[in-house]
């Protein structure tokens, strides 16, 4: 199957920077979109970018001009760039891949998901 894991999380003050990196393994075939979510406290998961597999990005509007998210095909590796962070972006991050994956009687697709990794913006 595939595994993602996810690193780069912590604790910054507001204005500051963090980078998020989530590397995927397994029997990869080929990872088409790739993402990262967010879920706040009390809050539901909410999508904060994604990335396609020839490099094409959205983002929510509450990110729009302060992350960048980018990705290294050769590494399986998505990752999020977060500038200029606010209190309000404090949440457990999660990556997201879609996955063509190798098995026994060829391939099959799959959704995948991060364990999380936390990051809080506070003084």
Do not use: H
């Not at 001009?65 to 404090?90: C, H």
């Not at 997201?96 to 364990?115: F, H, P, R, S």
């Amino acid at each position: 199957q595939v595994q993602l894991v996810e690193s780069g999380g912590g604790l910054v003050q507001p204005g500051g920077s963090l980078r998020l990196s989530c590397a995927a393994s397994g029997s990869i075939f080929s990872i088409n979109a790739m993402g990262w979510y967010r879920q706040a406290p009390g809050e539901q998961r909410e999508l904060v970018a994604t990335i396609t597999r020839g490099g094409s990005a959205e983002y929510a509007d509450s990110v729009k001009g302060r992350f960048t998210i980018s990705r290294d095909n050769a590494k399986n590796t998505v990752y999020l760039q977060m500038n200029s962070l606010k209190p309000e972006d404090t949440a457990v991050y999660y990556c997201n891949a879609n996955a063509v994956v190798v098995v026994a009687a060829g391939y099959k697709y799959l959704e995948v998901w991060g364990q999380g990794t936390l990051v809080t913006a506070s003084s």
